[in-house]
């Protein structure tokens, strides 16, 4: 399958998944203890898991442009390390937006700031935040600082998924997935299934976006040894 | 500060954030539970008016927004990126950057 054809069977499955899921999520039973504010746990988990997810491909591509710098293959390992964190920021934003909407109904408060589960998710947004704004103003060497920044920011991850465990938090602990009920089970894997696919997709679109501006700065040497550029300036 | 003073420090730290965070305990939550809080208390905090229906559609609203505000941002870059490259390639021989990508 040629990759036009990839990408359009991706969307076409992430359309059929927010279209089926909303369904599930309004006819799944009612958790009894939390009532009808339960139901932001559908996406909040999907936001969170995208957000973990996300920080991880950063790091990853991080570390692929750090052990390729200097070759050809960097400038797309940093292109995926850039795109990567804008969308952790992206799905951070939207974690750290529904956890509060849910926790005022449930807890009584929007937020709790001795909560490390709370506080290590918010820092890690803030890293994400940092890294964006570093290579956006950062200048010569900020591919590099980026990177050393995105695999610092990845090992936040484990100390948020574990905070719960070793902190006394409100955060419920991630185990209360194997207590669902199948009812409400099964749309909360659809929905994550679904926002997997749609994240999928949305790195390929941002993807699109570096292969152009590669091509950019390519025409630019071009134009340089053409004697052009100075011309057009 | 040489790399061994460093690694030691390192392997201090490692150390003595899970002894901490063990000696703080988790006293009160077991796994499967939703949070610490009791039961009676999440489903009517004090002077909590705003009805779960509109909290749970500004949740989704949210996302939606957010995920839409990307796509655009997206586009919009890519709109620019292209008329700058369009613009490169009217004004250079036809020749020049035959061995560009893409």
Redesign the interface.
Known sequence: MKRGGLFLALVAVTALGLAVVPSLIINAPTEP?????Q??FY??VA?AWLTFLSAFVCAGASIGYLANVGSKSAQRWDGLAMAAA??TV??G??ML??GP??G??????WWVWKDVRLMTALLLWFIFVAYLLVRRFGGPGSARLGAGLGIFAAADVPLIYTS??????????A??V??LDPGILLPFLLALATFTV?YVV?LW??M??E??????E??????E??G?LDE?R | MTMKRLARLVLLLGWLVPAVALAQGTEGKKDGEWENVPAGAMMKPPGESIPASTLVGIAYGFIWLMVAGFVVSVWRRQQRLEQEIDELRRRLPPDAGSGVRG
């Open positions: 203890t939390m009532g009808f504010i139901r932001i996406y909040h936001t804008e969308l992206v799905f934003t939207c937006v529904t909407l849910w005022r109904k449930a807890w009584g408060v719960v465990f070793f902190w006394r938090t409100q955060h419920p602990k185990t209360v194997t207590s749609l949305l679109l941002r699109g976006l292969t152009a501006r590669i091509r950019l390519d025409l630019q040497l071009a134009a040894d053409a052009l057009m």
